[in-house]
């Protein structure tokens, strides 16, 4: 079956450290791999997406390469912000599937 | 991009009650809208699948009688929690797609309490 193991947090940076947050994945096809953010009180938002093996998506200064062979997402940004706290979520998407499987959640904090 | 409203963003109700959460694609045309719930510190499970103008696709374990889904318009989605008990708290979040191949863009969610 499909799924999405991602690292538990909570993950606690100081301003301008360097950001890691583990994703691996199962799928069953070809997926796109995505991250999405969710912030306090708000929906979840779309940060970054790569759709085949090899691609690197990019967004605000946060990165993930698609890693076929390690099946792997991982998401990275240089030096997080205060702003950037809040709970990541890596997903998958079978193409041609409507359904989006997603990872439990890791919450980031980040001191000032 | 996209916005996706849900209504309310919280809500507390009586056990025995039913609650209505309300799902709508404010500036585009959703053919398939998606329901999830979310379980403390859990990931989102997807409940169903509701296509405008026909049933809604369960997943395996979630009641089609308990939980009720209209999918009524391509701008509106509801979602109705019937005779709520304590244990159907959670945080329920809506997303929606015009297409098999596009984004998929979420509401902020609802925030459901049953006491």
């Known amino acids: 079956g499909n799924s999405v193991t991602q690292m538990e947090g909570p993950v606690t940076l100081s301003e301008e450290a360097f950001l890691t947050i583990n994703c691996t994945y199962t799928a069953t096809g070809y997926p796109s791999l995505f991250w999405y953010v969710q912030y306090p009180g708000e929906g979840l938002q779309l940060l970054l997406k790569a759709t085949k093996a090899d691609d690197k998506g990019s967004n605000k200064g946060f990165e993930a390469t698609y890693r076929k062979e390690t099946t792997s997402f991982h998401l990275e940004k240089g030096s997080v912000q205060v702003s950037d706290s809040a709970v990541y979520f890596c997903a998958l998407r079978v193409t041609g599937g409507f359904k989006t499987i997603f990872g439990a959640g890791t919450r980031l904090f980040v001191k000032a | 991009g996209a916005v996706v409203s849900q209504h309310p963003s919280w809500v507390i109700c009586k056990s025995g009650t039913s609650v209505k959460i309300e799902c709508r694609s404010l500036?585009?045309?959703?053919?398939?809208m998606f329901w999830y719930r979310q379980f403390p510190k859990q990931s989102l499970m997807l409940m169903a699948t509701s296509n405008e103008g026909s049933k809604a696709t369960y997943e395996q374990g979630v009641e089609k009688d308990k939980f009720l889904i209209n999918h009524a318009s391509l701008t509106l989605s509801t979602l109705t929690v019937t005779s709520a008990h304590p244990e159907d708290s959670s945080f329920y979040i809506c997303?929606?797609?015009?297409?098999?191949?596009?984004?998929?863009?979420f509401g902020q969610g609802t925030r459901l309490t049953v006491v």
């Open positions: 997303s929606a797609r015009t297409g098999q191949n596009t984004e998929a863009f």
């Open positions: 500036d585009f045309q959703a053919t398939t």
